[in-house]
């Protein structure tokens, strides 16, 4: 089981960028879906980004909210997965948690499924959170 640590958030202004890093030990994270996630009290978890393991799964998936703003890489060699978060609205203003599932698991076949809300659960291995306020 991975452990994860997110770092990376912050204030920002609307319409300012932000790097967050989930860097994992304990393991390799080669071979697991890792999904950003992020939660606002009172409101469900919401998937945002997920990236499979090797390309068999597709493409990285975003959510409606953030394509084309947002973008999830991996760094195997680093163990770490980043979310570059541009154009930042204060509609974004959340705790932002990274999740690791090993694959194959039974929901997660593909990116946009890594990234159902529901399917947070799944999920064996989450950090801490880092908060991300996007305000002036």
């Known amino acids: 089981q991975l452990q994860l640590v997110e770092s990376g958030g912050g204030l920002v202004q609307p319409g300012g960028s932000l790097r967050l890093s989930c860097t994992a030990s304990?393991?390799?994270?080669?071979?697991?879906?890792i999904g950003w996630f992020r939660q606002v009290p009172g409101m469900e978890r919401e998937g945002i980004a997920c990236?499979?393991?090797?390309?068999?799964?597709?493409?990285?998936y975003y959510a409606d909210s953030v394509k084309g703003r947002f973008t999830i890489s991996r760094d195997n060699t680093r163990n770490t997965v980043y979310l570059q978060m541009n154009s930042l609205k204060p509609e974004d203003t959340a705790v932002y948690l990274c999740?690791?599932?090993?694959?194959?698991?039974?929901?997660?076949?593909?990116?946009?499924?890594?990234?159902?809300?529901?399917?947070?659960?799944?999920?064996?291995?989450w950090g801490q959170g880092t908060q991300v306020t996007v305000s002036s």
């Open positions: 999740g690791a599932e090993a694959l194959p698991d039974g929901p997660l076949t593909t990116t946009e499924a890594m990234c159902i809300s529901s399917n947070h659960y799944t999920y064996d291995s």
């Open positions: 304990g393991s390799t994270m080669d071979g697991y879906a």
């Open positions: 990236i499979g393991s090797d390309g068999s799964d597709g493409m990285p």
